[in-house]
């Protein structure tokens, strides 16, 4: 533990390091976990520790591969191909979702899968406990936010098309969606009728998508390119006037890091390329 003592205050702060893991055979130091929020767990068996870690690096491939592109001829019956019917498939879960009893009983799964996934993470099954204490609906956006036990595992059942996962999220999904329809009637009398969004990553996913308003914040993100990875800059144009099929909110008053100028948008945006151009980041 001791050279994760003097490691983890300089790299916790970077913005390109999604997850830490401890292996260490002495006796667990929980204040690490309390400390250093991207800390996914301390590990004193090797086969616990491969086992996570082979999980998150599954996670890593399957969103690289998840990000969807379109082509603009298609018409038709072709809208219905393979292709596209993955963009499809989600939209049609949502609809079904908001129709789904939302009760004790669904937030309950909820929470038991959350369970069984952190099993190892005392930290986050703490604020699993609080969540369930705690949450109020018209709250989601806030937790959403803060806490990434349920960032990270709501996209990641959305990453990789995980049915199963994302039923078992049925109850959360329903308040966020709504949550962000609410907050996006506001969006609409707080600017102009057109806004640009600036997105900043290695890669990018089909969750929910997280954009800022300052370019100058997507550029941290985006870091620099490397041999093997290529950094990219969205620049996302909304006529707020005309848009009627993407639901977005400006999420920066219940967000940590308001500097950011978060704005979220749901989990089934799509977006037409008007054109792709290189620049020097």
């Known amino acids: 533990m001791s050279s994760a003592i003097e490691i983890l205050p300089a790299i916790n ?3 390109q390091l999604d997850s830490v893991f401890i292996y260490s055979i002495e006796e667990k130091d929980e204040n690490f976990l309390d400390k250093y929020s991207k800390i996914i767990g301390i590990f004193d068996q090797q086969i616990d520790l491969f086992r996570s870690i ?34 499809l498939w989600l939209r049609l879960f949502k609809d079904i979702v908001l129709k789904l009893p939302h009760d004790e009983q669904s937030k309950q799964e909820m929470i038991e899968k959350l369970n069984e996934i952190y099993r190892n993470n005392n930290r986050q099954l703490k604020l699993i ?51 962000l329809s609410n907050e996006y009637e506001i969006l609409k009398d707080s ?20 954009t800022s308003l300052s370019k100058d914040v997507a550029l941290q993100f985006a870091d620099k390119s490397t041999n093997t ?9 909304c006529d707020l006037g005309k848009t009627n099929t993407v639901t977005m909110a400006s999420i920066a008053h219940y967000s940590k890091h308001s500097d950011e100028q978060e704005v979220l948008f749901d989990s089934d945006a799509a977006f037409e390329i008007l054109s792709v151009e290189k620049i020097h980041l």
Not at 139 to 161: H, M, S, V
Not at 191 to 210: E, H, M, P, Q, V
Not at 229 to 237: H, L, R
């Open 13 to 15: 702060s970077l913005r």
């Open 129 to 179: 406990g609080n969540f369930k204490n705690e949450y109020k609906s018209e709250d989601a956006i806030q937790w959403y936010t803060g806490q990434p036990f349920l960032y990270k595992q709501l996209n990641r059942a959305l990453c990789t098309e995980d049915i199963e996962l994302l039923y078992k999220f049925r109850y959360f999904i329903s308040d966020l969606s709504k949550n």
């Open 54 to 87: 082979e999980e998150n690096t599954d996670l890593a491939i399957k969103q690289v591969e998840s990000f969807k592109f379109y082509e603009k001829n298609q018409k038709s019956t072709r809208e219905l191909s393979k292709e596209s019917g993955s963009f």
């Open 191 to 210: 600017f102009d009728s057109k806004i640009t969004f600036y997105r900043g990553k290695l890669i990018s996913t089909n969750g929910y998508l997280s």
């Open 229 to 237: 990875e290529t950094s990219i800059i969205f620049e996302i144009e």
